[in-house]
């Protein structure tokens, strides 16, 4: 559609015209500027964590292990060179030879999110899988970091209109009341 | 002949003054978009729509994806 649109802007004399093909799905998950109605929907990047440890697939994981525990995280995400996530360190990794390398131990492709992911869903899904923590990169696999459940549902919470909350109270009320 | 770019050209492009159009129709649009992007949908787009761009200027046209 862009395209077709970009010949015919150059068929009316614009010069020169370009065609971003990979489009608004594109820069949106690359967690870019949004504008419209949806932009003030609560997503994925609003609550990230962005300061979380990594590793590299050759690291020892003892050496790794020391580096998280100093910083208070029990996960690790492995990472290439161009921070793209490889791969994951839970707590089972840790009970690991800590001379072993971490890609012979670490969860391979783990499960990632976008960052224009839109929260409530994502929460919700994340309950239902009984998931705490799940990873946020681009649309390119670059690390953006960790979103905890519990900071999405501190958000939610927090964006729950008043009267809505006003209204579950009355609601509850009404039960008790019956 | 149109030139097709990443979102890296778009923001240089954009950084430069480069008009960024979104083909997609108004109710699409409307729920998100590019900062500063203007819709002309494909269907509409004539001698008429366009006259809110300069054409001294560069245009970047996109849709949903690679449609």
């Not at chain 1, 499960?111 to 009984?130: A, G, Q, S, V």
């Not at chain 1, 998931?131 to 519990?150: E, F, H, N, P, Q």
Request: hydrophobic share 35%; with cysteine; glycine share 6%.
């Amino acid at each position: 559609m862009s395209s077709r649109a970009a010949w015919r802007l150059e068929s009316l004399g614009f010069s020169p015209v370009y065609r971003y093909a990979a489009g608004k799905r594109d820069w949106f998950a690359f967690g870019l500027p949004m504008e419209g109605e949806f932009a003030s929907i609560p997503k994925a990047i609003d609550v990230v964590r962005r300061e979380v440890p990594t590793c590299h697939l050759k690291d020892r994981v003892g050496e790794v292990y020391k580096r998280c525990q100093e910083v208070g995280w029990q996960v690790c995400l492995v990472v290439n060179k161009a921070n793209i996530v490889l791969g994951r360190l839970r707590r089972e990794a840790w009970q690991a030879d800590p001379e072993a390398p971490v890609e012979q131990v670490m969860e391979n492709g783990p499960t990632t999110f976008r960052p224009d992911n839109f929260l409530e869903p994502l929460i919700k899904r994340m309950r239902e899988k009984k998931v705490g923590t799940v990873i946020i990169t681009d649309s390119d696999g670059v690390l953006i970091g960790i979103l905890y459940r519990k900071d999405g549902e501190g958000r939610l919470q927090r964006d729950q209109p008043t009267d809505e909350i006003e209204g579950s109270h009355a609601s509850r009320n009404q039960n008790g009341d019956s | 002949m149109p030139k097709d770019i990443n979102r890296n050209d778009v923001q240089r492009l954009v950084a430069n003054g480069a008009q960024l159009v979104e083909v997609l129709p108004a109710d699409e649009y409307s729920e998100a978009h590019l900062p500063n992007a203007i819709n002309i949908p494909l269907k509409k787009l004539d001698q008429q729509s366009v006259k809110p761009l300069d054409l001294a200027r560069p245009v970047i046209t996109y849709c949903h994806d690679f449609q």
